[in-house]
């Protein structure tokens, strides 16, 4: 294939990337910007392409992320600032991207051990939010994350970029309700769920394993997930203060329910 | 004065307002959108006008934000949608805006309980991280968040608004480096400081007063701040996974210390 239909090819995949169906029917995601790309690529996630600007390869750490892809024989196709916006999914693109496989992992072949430290998603519309929720499962030792329905779609490119690398330290995985709730039980895993009028999470003693969910922050979680949490816990929190940000809030819950921490 | 001439200077205002320096010259700020309006209403700041378009008000809550503000005795300037826009610092502005006078507080005005919990925020760039550490350390219960040099600045309407109201729940102010340290020393109030080669933050018994500081995700603590701490503290974190958001691990390093917390 010539040079310019293969940039053309790549072009259009990314852009149809951009939406949730393409990446559900290809299997396929979008990892953009250096720090994402060095990421997937030291990830071992096969990437089918990536594609770079002249600009970005002027770049010393944009040139030595696009040599690390070419070493692991993924061809970098080279293409204008403007063809590289159009298939951006960024404000402010760095000029690379990669088209990487997402690791399907449906919830029903997940192992106990893999549930056992498990994030859940309850209806987070924010990516931004999303993304920082992942970056912090992962660096707190959380194995699994699961995206329930009215969570952005987790391999989003503005998803992927703001969780740093996260998806490639655990596996992310969306489902429906009743599906997590027995892959749970099958797995022996209690379900919690953090609440304002939950106990104070310094006062529990975290089980072995464990499922935490975490709801919009307006909204709190949904009627059906609660209906199956066995515990909610709370912050201590500022009385009159309304909200903590759900991402700095999972994260102290998870550092409070963090596996050995005796009471 | 004519309805339109008051409406054209607190536009002016406002837009001015848009620059740092005005904000400092004048020691003003603007909170914009429905929620920072609500609890800049509710913390009995100073309001000096407030900018209203029709579409905000036809919405029941924005009326309701808008009736409050009238309440307490400020005049509600009713703007086209045109003109709120241009005076408007955020995305998508909501079309409510309040001028209100920035509690000016000097480092070295501040009272030893007042310094006794501090965050300090040492060149952190991004204004939605600053609102967001704004927001959790008055939800976890500091009294003190100190801007150093490099941090975006506090009043900004960005800052305000990802603060969710965290401003009027604790002291926010900038300072020199020099005046801190003169500021804390004075108040016996010891600095400590996040870095991941820190001693674990789940190890250490925190002291009765502290004064945290935490630096931009990349590059860490500035020098001048890393000489005059006394104890690096870091977060347990999954080896490999980079980092945390800073207000992902200032949160959870402010719970791990807090008050009372012995070993």
Known sequence: MSRKKTADRWLTVARDLKRRKA????????????????EVTRSHTPIQAALVTRELLADKRGAAAAAALE????ECVTVTE???NSAADTKAPQGILAIAEVPVRPIGTLKPNELARTLVLDAIQDP???GTLIRTAAALGMRTVVALPGTADPWNAKVVRSAAGGHFHLIVTHAEV???LGALRHANVPLWGADASGRA???VTPPASLALAVGNEGAGLTTDVRGAVSEFVALPMTPGVESLNVAVAAGILLYAL???QAR
Chains 1, 2 share one sequence.
Do not use: K, W, Y
Request: charged share 35%; aromatic share 6%; no cysteine.
């Open 82 to 84: 403007e063809e590289f």
């Open 23 to 38: 990446r559900e029917r290809n299997t396929l995601f979008v990892a953009e910007g250096i720090r994402s790309v060095e």
């Open 71 to 74: 070493r692991a024989g993924v």
């Open 258 to 260: 963090r596996e050995g």
């Open 128 to 130: 931004g939010n999303v």
């Open 178 to 180: 009743g599906d997590l």
């Open 201 to 203: 999470v310094d006062t």
